[in-house]
């Protein structure tokens, strides 16, 4: 007979234990849960906001929630966002993820955490509207082919009579969506990498951030924080403007598994239009130039249109959604405000997912 389901905060040193339990719900991830990243993840997080289930002594369950400053409306709030739901696959069904969301709403209410927001998988997404979120749309991945060959070898390569099929349709394929951003014109200024965020940035986001309802605070610290503090995984960064100002900037991340090489734009902030389609422009080259077959991309719908988005040659795929959901645990932000997605300046670097 097994021990009773019990649940409590984090405490010093439940971490590996946790990232092996991580380990074990995502047997079939393609890239293992590093020590590394959960101590990257939760370095500002409150212990009260980070839940463990246990039966016995053994760890069966883990939710948290990441604080984010978030822009809502004309205030910001700590808002969080809810990662890493994980359940021991033989403690499935049993409610332990109701516990963990029920412990850390308390916590939550009390820490002053207004809202939560989360991009949950399939499994876990049914389970989140039961215990009080609500869905608020769709994210769109775009997908842009680079090398439809290589892309259409990735799925279909086991049919060896499709080969000669796939060389001649790729072709012309690439040479149309090159063409296509060619013919995208934006503003030419000079685009540098930058190792680390500094003020500029900041500046750049108090101009841009009232063209937004709700948007995490893209000042240096976030920055810095999400892409250039990382020891598990690599971003290259990108500042348009000059010494004293930023027009924008971007983040590339350039991943290769199962035979394929993918390219993402992971995030991207611009004061004008010119120079958000300058940027998306060279971030298309920049992956060309290292061979990427494919790249990915959130945009966001507050300053990208689809129209642009086929004029780049990016293609949409309904199996490349990713839902958002909103859990208000305190009544400080209006829901609806915040169940409206246009409402949202959202990209893949406000997820975990990269």
Known sequence: MREPISVRTYQKGDEREIVDLINVAYAQASKKYSLEKWQWKFRHTPSSLIAVAESGNQMIGHMAIVPVRMKAGEEVVTAGQAVDLVVHPDFRRKGVFLSLAKALIGSSEVGGVPVWYGFPNSPAYGGHLKSGWFDVGSVRIRLRFLNTHNVLTHYFGGVESLSPIMAVLSRPIDATFSALTRSEKGEDSEILQCGTFDE????????????????????????????????????????????????GYVVLALREGL????????????????????????????????????????YPHTI????????????????????????????RLPKETLSQPANWYLTMGDSDQI
């Open 200 to 247: 500029r940035v900041d500046r750049l986001w108090d101009e841009v951030s009232e063209s937004h309802q709700i948007a995490a605070v893209r000042d240096r610290d976030f920055l810095n924080w999400r892409y250039c503090e990382r020891e598990d995984e690599s971003y290259v960064a990108f500042v348009s403007g000059d010494h004293n100002e930023a027009h």
């Open 304 to 331: 990208v249109t689809d129209k642009h988005m086929r004029r780049y040659g990016f293609l949409f795929s309904p199996r490349t959604e990713v839902k958002l959901i909103v859990r208000v645990n305190l009544p």
């Open 259 to 298: 035979g394929t090489k993918i390219g993402y734009i992971v995030d991207i902030l611009a004061r004008k239009q010119d120079v958000l389609h300058n940027m998306i422009r060279f971030s298309l080259d920049y992956f060309e130039e290292r061979d990427a077959d494919l790249v990915k991309f959130w």
